[in-house]
């Protein structure tokens, strides 16, 4: 019973500013590498030369781009529920005897008391973070450098 204080504790005291923080971080680092990757593949398209009716072209000259993604919302969500319970018994047996002879009476009493008290506690806590991603058209101005690329590109 003593570590359910403790855990309650802790998610009571959640660093919510910390975990937006690091969702923040988390999704600029992703974004990061989301766009290196972009542009990893309009490198290889630029370099991946393919024969077309005799002629040789790149993918970049037929008018291939590279697909940009970008994170258009993320949540975090958190759910704390508690529960406490306290119970109380108490029982009580009284029993009586009387017994008796010649000359004499003999009475006997018994008395049983018990007494019990109970404690719950529960607590359950859930998160979520969640991401949403969109693809969006190149940079104009990658979308141009590539179209004066395809335009000088030898036909």
Do not use: C, H, W
Not at 54 to 66: D, V, Y
Request: glycine share 8%; net charge negative; aromatic share 6%.
């Amino acid at each position: 019973m003593s570590e359910v204080p403790k855990v309650t504790n802790q998610l009571l005291s959640a660093p919510l500013p910390q975990i937006i923080e690091r969702l923040g971080i988390a999704i600029a680092e992703a974004q990061t590498a989301l766009d290196r990757n972009s542009i990893a593949v309009a490198q290889a398209m630029a370099e991946t030369e393919i024969q077309l009716g005799g002629e040789t072209t790149n993918l970049i000259a037929l008018g291939f781009t590279p697909t940009f993604y970008s994170f258009t919302e993320a949540t975090v969500e958190a759910k704390l529920s508690f529960s406490m319970q306290e119970t109380t018994e108490l029982g009580v047996s009284v029993g009586a005897s009387v017994s008796g002879g010649a000359g004499f009476v003999m009475v006997a009493a018994s008395v049983n008391v018990s007494y019990a008290r109970k404690f719950s506690v529960g607590a359950e806590g859930m998160s979520s973070i969640a991401a949403r991603l969109v693809s969006l058209p190149p940079p104009e101005l990658l979308e141009a450098r590539l179209k004066t690329m395809s335009e000088k590109a030898p036909t």
